[in-house]
């Protein structure tokens, strides 16, 4: 139903945002392919909504060129981009009954037989038989599932959707993900989804860009960023890991061995970062439900070649599909791991003593020289 043909990448070269002496956005090659579900993911603060604006046209970039395809549209005014926005507060006319909302465009274009269409974008979002209801009489999602209607309406080749799920509760968050996502392969054409919520991104995008401080800190497939985090940031605001110091004492042959704790573990030399020699300083991670627990009694039962850390049960809580549990060890104060609850395992209580084990290769490293603690603190402060 769109064209995305005449589309083209959304290309952001050398891209940059000064307030005074405040830098929101410091220079950013970026480009999002035509017809992906591409989400800028990062705490508040972090300079999404500033990078989104300056793709709509909404703010004149410091530095740097916006371009659709081969077009640079960085001196055009926002209504002249093929580039509609959605925001959190999705603003419809209150006065106005919903097929006439997502008329709107298509009215203040001089378009005159609107209807076809604004059926198209009722059936699209799924709200046929509302056309003829008034805003308030629609559920937050359902209003927002309008604006996105009334955006597509207008056929952009790129629609920028800046934190659109903020306001609802998250039962209905999580379908209108599913739903927004749905409607994005329908449609085929580019989602720039601006979000703070690291499980909204990695379900609705292809590709996820972290940012922090203004500048993007690792760029990837979910999967990808997730099981391969280069820095502390990305480690810790996607998910959980533990990160381990640890010192290295052999980096020789495609395995890196290091010290944490007073225990050896081992990991694959190709996921640590350039330049790891024996004596470097290292940061170890592991995800916390690639790891198993065994009691202590039964430490011979852990296979061979496992990496292993011993350590003492501090906490643990139920929470149906799983168990998760802090373990205190020499290695780590506070390691987490979740277990699936596949079956009961007697003795696994607060205050039992542990082996920890997993595979060395779900075993990364990162560099020592970062806070370990960065990204932490950011998911806390999400509502
Ligand atoms: N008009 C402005 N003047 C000064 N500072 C701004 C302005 N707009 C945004 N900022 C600052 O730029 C940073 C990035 O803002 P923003 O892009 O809105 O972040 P995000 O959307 O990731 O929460 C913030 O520190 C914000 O306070
Ligand atoms: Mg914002």
């Known amino acids: 139903m769109t064209d995305t043909t005449a589309g083209g990448d959304v290309r952001l070269a ?18 999002v392919p035509q017809g992906s579900f591409f989400a800028l993911l990062g705490a508040s603060g972090c300079g999404k909504t500033t990078t989104l604006r300056m793709i709509a046209g909404l703010e004149d970039p410091t530095t740097g060129t916006v371009s659709l395809g081969e077009r640079d549209v960085t001196a055009l005014p926002p209504h002249k981009r093929p580039v509609n926005t959605v925001f959190q507060s999705y603003a419809l006319f209150p006065h106005l009954n919903i097929h006439e909302n997502i008329a709107f465009g298509l009215r203040r274009r001089g378009v005159t037989s609107v209807k076809k269409q604004v059926a198209e974008m009722l059936d699209l979002v ?183 850390v011993t350590g003492r049960i501090a906490a643990s809580s139920f929470i149906g599909v799983s168990t998760q549990y802090v373990v205190e060890s020499p290695a780590g104060k506070a390691l987490e791991v979740y277990v699936q609850n596949v079956e009961q395992r007697a003795g696994l209580v607060p205050g039992a003593e542990v082996v920890l084990h997993w595979s060395p290769e779900h075993t990364f490293g990162l560099d020592a020289a970062q806070d370990i603690a960065a990204g932490v603190e950011s998911v806390e402060e999400t509502p």
Do not use: W
Request: charged share 20%.
């Open 126 to 308: 799924q709200l046929g038989d509302f056309a003829h209801r008034k805003p308030h009489q629609l559920s937050g999602g359902q209003q927002q599932r309008v604006a996105v209607a009334r955006a597509l309406i207008n056929h952009p080749q790129v629609l920028l959707l800046d934190e659109p799920l903020g306001a609802l509760d998250l039962k209905l968050r999580r379908q209108m993900q599913l739903e927004l996502k749905r409607i994005q392969t329908e449609v085929g054409i580019t989602f720039v989804h601006v979000t703070h919520d690291q499980e909204e991104a990695m379900t609705m995008a292809d590709t996820v860009a972290v940012m922090n401080g203004g500048r993007v800190e690792q760029l990837g497939a979910p999967a990808e960023l997730y099981e391969h985090p280069r820095t502390t940031f990305v480690a810790n605001f996607l998910g959980t890991s533990n990160l381990i110091e640890a010192e290295v004492v052999d980096a020789g042959s495609g395995e890196v061995v290091v010290t944490a704790g007073g225990g050896k573990l081992r990991l694959p030399g190709e996921r640590c970062p350039e330049g790891v020699r024996t004596g470097s300083r290292l940061l170890v991670g592991v995800r916390p439900e690639k790891i198993a627990l065994t009691p202590a009694a039964e430490a011979d039962s852990v296979a061979p070649g496992r990496n292993t």
């Open 14 to 31: 050398g891209i940059s945002k000064t307030y005074g002496s405040f830098t929101a956005v410091h220079p950013l090659d970026l480009t």
